[in-house]
């Protein structure tokens, strides 16, 4: 972590160092850690008590590399340390990045109570200026709500900076007449999970939408340490910006899957495909995996809030509901391949390798093995299942039931005794696997991968029956 700065950071232009991140989930913990590593002082909070104490005790509340061991570091240092009352929180810092959860409603419009909740308990304990950094992804124009909502629900004299900056003689207020200023950010995160504080320590670029000087300043300082391009614009461009992120990345993986049908009904490889393109810079290599499609908490949701609020507006958005519908299909493909080798499921043994919805990561949020378990359950399958982090969060939607679904110890397990194996997440452990026992050890040597993980040859080479996406 090259940016490591153990002196800690002061001298800096802005008053106090103190952040608060509120929110400790995927965003939330490896942005506070990250802030920490750099030098500040940071407090973390949460609605959720019982999360808060487990982050206080050290224990890093979900799988992600390296965090638990930079929670470790940083409540030793006492860079970061917890605080259960949210309002505690935010009286004793100056910067709050708000890091909440933002599910999506049914109708695929997210839903920002929460956002709004926090907004509202920051407006009850401005002290002094504070800068209000939104960090959670959110539609465009959520920054003005919150900025708003503080408006309504602050004391009277709390003025937004910019305003101040507008009169001709700002410093004509200061907050030590009673008087209390904020300022609303709009400051997206593009980290991955499953390596979160990679993409913290060495981003592509930090985008800060930003409304006053004084915002620009702080967010410009707190960021200088990564080296990084910094793109700071207003604060509905700061939003687009994260959601284009995340529907141009779906948009990828979509073409690169509806390329990969092609290449199977006309004979031709999706990988080489993408190469191909990839090697073009103007295309780039990133993004264009085939296989079984985007999941997660991000890229499904915002591609869906995206649709959403281009409808609000009256925008022809039909381009990204395709994108949309091609990613759903992707499920049932794998599926079709699964029983035109079988023929029947019914009292088949599959073998699952792979639950959480990418590598490096226990989370479950829209993987599509939650889909395919439920589908091959439905059709009376019978399944083992394997995953190196998932199995707890699974166990959680799918208990396991004898003659029926089965959590396994390792990939080898999962396979004895059965009909097919499915390849669902690309971990490196099954990268590494040792094939050949994998092949011993299943009833019927069939394979099919959902992530075009391994070398068709070699696998027919082996004796595999072997099936992959697009090639
Ligand atoms: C995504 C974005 O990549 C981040 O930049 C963004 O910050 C984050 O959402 C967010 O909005 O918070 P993440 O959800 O962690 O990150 O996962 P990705 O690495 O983007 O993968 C999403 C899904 O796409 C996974 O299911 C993955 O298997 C799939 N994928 C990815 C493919 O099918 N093909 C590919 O080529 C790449």
């Known amino acids: 972590m090259k940016q490591s700065n153990d002196e800690g950071t002061a001298g800096l232009s802005f008053e106090s160092n103190r952040l608060a991140v509120l929110g400790l989930g995927h965003v939330g913990l490896p942005t506070a850690l990250s802030l920490a590593e750099l030098g500040w002082q940071v407090t ?26 930079l929670l470790s570091k940083h409540r030793e240092s006492r860079r970061f340390r917890v605080e259960e009352n949210v309002e505690e929180a ?67 004299n709390t003025y937004v900076t910019k305003t101040l900056e507008q009169e001709e003689s700002p410093m004509a207020l200061q907050p030590s007449d009673g008087v209390h200023l904020f300022d609303v950010a709009s400051n997206p995160e593009f980290l991955q999970e499953g390596s979160a504080l990679q993409d913290c320590f060495s981003p592509s670029r930090v985008v800060c939408g930003v409304e006053s000087e004084r915002a620009r300043q702080i967010l410009t300082d707190l960021y200088r ?43 031709g490889d999706v990988t080489q495909v993408a190469k191909g393109i990839g090697l073009d810079p103007r295309i780039g290599r990133h993004f264009l995996n085939a296989g079984l499609g985007f999941g997660g908490y ?34 049932d493909r794998m599926l079709q391949k699964l029983r035109s080798s079988l023929w029947v499921l019914r009292g088949k043994r599959i073998a699952m390798l792979g639950l959480s919805f990418k590598p490096n990561t226990d989370d479950m949020r829209e993987a599509p093995s939650v889909r395919m378990i439920g589908k091959l359950l439905q059709e ?15 166990r959680q939607m799918y208990a396991e039931e004898e003659g029926r679904l089965t959590y396994c110890s390792s990939p080898y397990e999962a396979a004895r005794d ?18 050949p026992r994998l092949k011993d050890l299943a009833r019927v040597p069939i394979l099919i991968d959902g992530r075009n993980l391994y070398d068709p040859n070699r696998m027919r080479q082996l004796g595999f029956e072997y099936y992959s996406m697009g090639r």
Request: charged share 20%; proline share 4%; glycine share 6%.
């Open 225 to 267: 340490p990564l080296n990084c391009q910094i793109v700071v614009t207003d604060l509905n461009t700061a939003e687009l910006i994260k959601h284009a992120a995340n529907a141009f990345l779906a948009t990828k993986i979509s073409f690169i899957n509806m390329v990969g049908d092609l290449c199977e009904a006309v004979g």
């Open 298 to 331: 991000c890229l499904p949701k915002d591609v869906r809030a995206f649709i959403h609020l281009a409808e609000q507006h009256r925008v022809d958005f039909s381009f990204l509901k395709e994108v949309e519908r091609i990613n759903n299909g992707r499920v």
């Open 44 to 69: 973390g909070t949460d609605s959720d008590t019982s999360k808060v104490r487990q982050v206080g005790s050290g224990c890093a509340p979900f799988y992600e590399p390296g965090l638990q061991e």
């Open 380 to 394: 009376g399958a019978v399944l083992q299942v394997h995953d190196p982090q998932a199995m707890p969060h699974m």
């Open 418 to 435: 059965c009909d097919a194996v499915l390849l669902v997440t690309e971990w490196e452990e099954y990268r590494e696997m040792d094939l």
């Open 90 to 156: 935010i009286r004793s810092s100056s910067v709050l990045f708000i890091c909440v959860g933002t599910p999506q409603q049914e109708d695929g419009e997210a839903d920002l109570s929460q956002v709004e909740a926090v907004a509202r308990v920051i407006a009850q304990n401005l002290n002094g200026y504070k800068l209000i950094v939104e960090k959670s992804t959110v539609p465009a124009i959520t920054a003005r709500w919150i900025k708003r909502t503080i408006q309504r629900y602050a004391p009277a």
